[in-house]
């Protein structure tokens, strides 16, 4: 299974803090993928790091990949109250047919 | 306009009917999922349609039963609603089939079975 796992299944912050959130999973992928979730909404697409990437930027979001540890981490830097929601990773690899494949997510508060 | 749209966002029904969730998307894309996500958000597949052909039919009780009419709607008709079928539906739909592929959802479609 190319489910990922979330960890911590929560955090909560000030703003203005960072935020880190961290993805394992368990077989090779080709990429993977992190996906924001508001309170009530749909997910929405954040990032996608290949596997022959280290690391990849986007505004105040940096994302990390190991894949000899078969981990990444999310980094939301100087977070905003807006930033509040559930995270989801999603690793991906072989024949998936467009199939993404997430764990529990991480719920991020972040208090004004 | 909204990309990925559901209708209706909030269904609440008995227990033994059956009903339907709507989807569209405006997107141009080939693929559309439908998604279920519990009371613990985890957020499974059940069945995916590329180019209105079936690709993804995960174990699903067959009282679900999906169609897709042309490659911008996908709709769920589920038949028989059990008090476990209660959970956020959600639709989602991308370009391509590729493990890259970004998805874009809908709002999702809050079902009550009581």
């Known amino acids: 299974s190319q489910q990922g796992e979330e960890d911590p299944q929560a955090l909560s912050i000030q703003e203005g803090e960072n935020a880190t959130m961290n993805c394992s999973y368990k077989?090779?992928?080709?990429?993977l993928q992190w996906y924001r979730q508001n309170s009530g909404r749909g997910l929405v697409h954040l990032i996608l790091i290949r596997s022959n990437e280290r690391e990849k930027h986007s505004g105040r979001l940096r994302v990390t990949l190991d894949t000899s540890k078969k981990s990444s981490s999310l980094l939301i830097t100087a977070s905003r109250a807006a930033d509040t929601a559930s995270y989801f990773c999603a690793p991906a690899g072989g024949t998936s047919y467009g199939k993404l494949t997430f764990g529990q997510g991480t719920i991020l508060t972040v208090h004004p | 306009d909204t990309a990925v749209s559901q209708t209706p966002k909030y269904l609440v029904t008995q227990m033994g009917n059956d009903k339907s969730i709507k989807c569209e998307q405006n997107l141009g894309h080939d693929t559309m999922y439908w998604y279920k996500q519990d009371s613990k958000k985890f957020l499974k597949i059940m069945f995916s349609?590329?180019?209105?052909?079936?690709?993804i039919n995960e174990t699903v009780p067959n009282r679900f039963s999906p169609k897709s009419p042309d490659k911008a709607h996908l709709n769920l008709h589920i038949n028989s609603l059990e008090l476990g079928d209660s959970a956020v539906y959600f639709c989602?739909?991308?370009?391509?089939?590729?493990?890259?592929?970004?998805?874009?959802f809908g709002q999702g479609t809050r079902l009550t079975v009581v």
């Open positions: 989602a739909s991308s370009q391509g089939v590729g493990s890259d592929t970004e998805a874009f």
């Open positions: 349609y590329n180019n209105k052909e079936l690709i």
């Open positions: 077989t090779s992928i080709n990429n």
